[in-house]
């Protein structure tokens, strides 16, 4: 259980390009995911926390215009990089709790991760 | 701010050899502490939490961790390493404040060697 689906898994893209990528989770509803960013031999940043009906909450220095966050229903976010660049070239994962009714601090379960290449 | 620190960027461990993976910690309040394996180019694993109870704790593939407290450390350890554990393990933590997403070390590398 408690499976959290990442589409898609790699994408290349062009410059200026935007570029959608979608969290789902399968088997439960998540109020809360969590999208995070992974360079090459680092480790994960919490980029945004995403909140169902409401404005996602964006960490200390990332760009909220382009990194744009949608949280529309219990099952689904989506992060969309907007006017891609090739520094925006990453790994991004997401991840979901379980509802707080069955442990705040239940672990993360995360996607796959999606590769993205900006050319 | 609540910080993890893993000291070490790659461990090297011969194949049915005990292991261990460091970790230490800063948070105000009581720490929530997680490990996660993470293969390449895949999301990350659940491998075991402490939140409260005991300082040892089990969790999957026969992975086991101990909360210290006084040291504020959670290494990770596995009585005999299997190659199929050569991964990358992250030590993250979970503020008690509140503080709702993860924060990771910086990951160590783990090999086991046949």
């Known amino acids: 259980g408690a499976v959290v689906s990442q589409h898609p898994s790699w994408v290349i893209c062009k410059s200026g390009t935007s570029v959608k990528i979608e969290c789902r989770s399968l088997d439960f509803q998540a109020t809360t995911m969590f999208w995070y960013r992974q360079f090459p031999k680092q480790s994960l940043m919490l980029m945004a926390t995403s909140n169902e009906g409401s404005k996602a909450t964006y960490e200390q220095g990332v760009e909220k215009d382009k990194f744009l966050i949608n949280h529309a229903s219990l099952t689904l976010s989506t992060l969309t990089v907007t006017s891609a660049h090739p520094e925006d070239s990453s790994f991004y994962i997401c991840?979901?709790?379980?509802?707080?009714?069955?442990?705040?601090?239940?672990?993360?379960?995360f996607g796959n991760g999606t590769r993205l290449t900006v050319t | 701010a609540q910080s993890v620190a893993q000291p070490e960027d790659q461990v090297n461990v011969a194949e049915g050899n005990p292991l261990t993976v460091k970790c230490t910690y800063s948070v105000s309040g009581n720490p929530y502490l997680f490990w996660y394996v993470q293969y390449p180019n895949r999301g990350l694993q659940f491998l075991l939490k402490?939140?409260?109870?005991?300082?040892l704790v089990k969790g999957s593939y026969g992975f086991e961790a101990e909360f210290n407290k006084s040291q504020t450390s959670f290494h990770l350890k596995k009585p005999s390493a299997l190659v199929s554990d050569s991964a990358l393990y992250f030590c993250a933590v979970r503020g008690g404040g509140g503080a709702d997403g993860l924060t990771f070390g910086k990951g160590t590398h783990l090999i086991i060697q046949p």
């Open positions: 402490y939140i409260t109870g005991d300082n």
């Open positions: 991840s979901a709790r379980l509802p707080s009714g069955q442990g705040y601090n239940s672990p993360l379960h």
